[in-house]
Nanobody, 114 residues
Framework: VQLQASGGGLVQAGGSLRLSCAAS????????MAWYRQAPGKQRELVAQ???????NYADYVKGRFTISRDAAKSTLYLQMNGLKAEDTAVYYC?????????WGQGTQVTVSS
């Protein structure tokens, strides 16, 4: 099983990035998916999650700015991030979980300069 996250980088405050998480080794359409992030010195926190049917849920601090989506044909999870703030700086991880079996991607660094 591999979750390959990509799309991170350095962006100015107010800018946008689109993260991708390509899944292999799992039946992607069966797995609820999520994005988490971890800033230096802080605990990993949930950013957004999406069900197999496309229902979404967001942390309050990204509502209205971030959009999570999935493409079953490409076995890929996305996170569109708009209106980025300095406090969004973190390593972003994708996660797949089903019936207690959990897989994490390797993380992609997002740095927002103010």
């Amino acid at each position: 099983v591999q979750l390959q996250a990509s799309g991170g980088g350095l962006v100015q405050a107010g800018g946008s990035l689109r993260l991708s998480c390509a899944a292999s080794g799992i039946t992607f359409s069966l797995y609820p998916m999520a994005w988490y992030r971890q800033a230096p010195g802080k605990q990993r926190e949930l950013v957004a999650q999406i069900s197999t049917g496309g229902s979404t849920n967001y942390a309050d601090y990204v509502k209205g700015r971030f959009t999570i989506s999935r493409d079953a044909a490409k076995s890929t999870l996305y996170l569109q991030m708009n209106g980025l703030k300095a406090e969004d700086t973190a390593v972003y991880y994708c996660k797949a979980v089903l019936f207690g079996t959990m897989y994490w991607g390797q993380g992609t660094q997002v740095t927002v300069s103010s």
